[in-house]
């Protein structure tokens, strides 16, 4: 990491990127972009409003402000104006607000026939509930991801915003975008990319959805491989309150699991049978309840066990190995052997001219 002096020398060095502020996915989104290096120009309402600003001050990072009227033709025309100089522009409108305001892909195509223009939305621009307002949790609800997450018997739990806004949401929107770009360099023409949060958590349910073609996932929250039903790969209670995540699939992994709990694989019952997975879950969670989770941690530190302390954010960032890789809060990723990314400008709030120059 660097200090706000720093200059970018990520692999998106010399990408000219407008942003229409927006929340969740949008910001998120642009933050990647501004973290692999590229010159991000956000721009905020002239007024100053912005919903659930403290919430995104991270995701703000590394770009430069601008505040301008959209609904007034001179802040119109001076958007058009950087979107002449920009290669790509994203917005996070409800489907045709850009258009209303003059500013949808027509105008700044004719404006740059080379922009890639991506726009976030939560249903997608079209279908009988494109117009209709929603978050993360709505449209997990509609893939049928919220469903399977949670316990037996249990309802669903949503986790948090990250399978909806970012992983849905932003990162496609910016693998998008940079296909768009690569597919620029041959045809010299933009393109719009229409990335919708609906479309993405599809996308990433493709693995469940073959699971149940293939009769390996049941319907039901929490009685499967991979959702917390197995109890070889889920979270146990530890004595001080804490849990451990265990993550014991392969066989050796789960043998490691049993010597560190020092339970004998001869007196359990097959763990390939999921008829079993009570009776096996009651025995390992009354042993992990015969320690506190740190001393779980340790004894379990340098083995195959898969096994690792469930932390709080805050005490994630003092791990070790977090603070080895410098990893958190939120650091650039992925990394890059040759244009590292860096963090080379803090946020900032509005009112910087297109520029950057305070007023």
Known sequence: ??????????????????????????????MMFADLGADVLRV???????????WHRELDRGRRTVA???KDPAGVEELLRLVAGADVLVEGFRPRVAERLGIGPEPCLRRNPALVYARMTGWGQEGPLALTPGHD???????????ATGQSGGPPVPPVNLLGDFGG???????????????????????????????????????????????QWRHERGVNLLDGGAPFYTCYACADGGHVAVG????????????GLELDPVLLPDRSD????PALRRVFADRFLRHDRDAWARRFEETEACVTPVLRVDEAALHPHQRSRNSAPAAPAPRFSRTPAVLHRQPESCGVDPHGRRP
């Open 137 to 147: 949790i709505n449209y997990l609800a509609l893939t049928g991801a919220l469903y």
């Open 44 to 54: 905020e309402r002239a007024d100053g409003r912005r919903s659930f600003a403290a």
């Open 248 to 259: 014991a699939l392969e066989d050796r992994f789960y043998a490691a699991l049993l010597d």
């Open 274 to 277: 999921p008829d079993n997975w």
């Open 68 to 70: 301008l009227d959209l």
């Open 169 to 215: 949401g932003a990162m496609y929107l910016v693998a998008g975008v940079l296909a768009a770009l690569h597919e620029r360099a041959a045809s010299g023409l933009g393109q719009v990319v229409d990335a919708s949060i609906l479309d993405g958590v599809n996308s990433l349910l493709g693995m469940v959805v073959g699971m149940a073609d293939a009769r």
């Open 1 to 30: 990491m660097s200090d706000s002096t720093s200059t970018a020398t990520g692999p998106l060095h010399g990408l000219k990127v407008v942003e229409l502020s927006a929340i969740g996915p949008v910001p998120f989104a642009c």
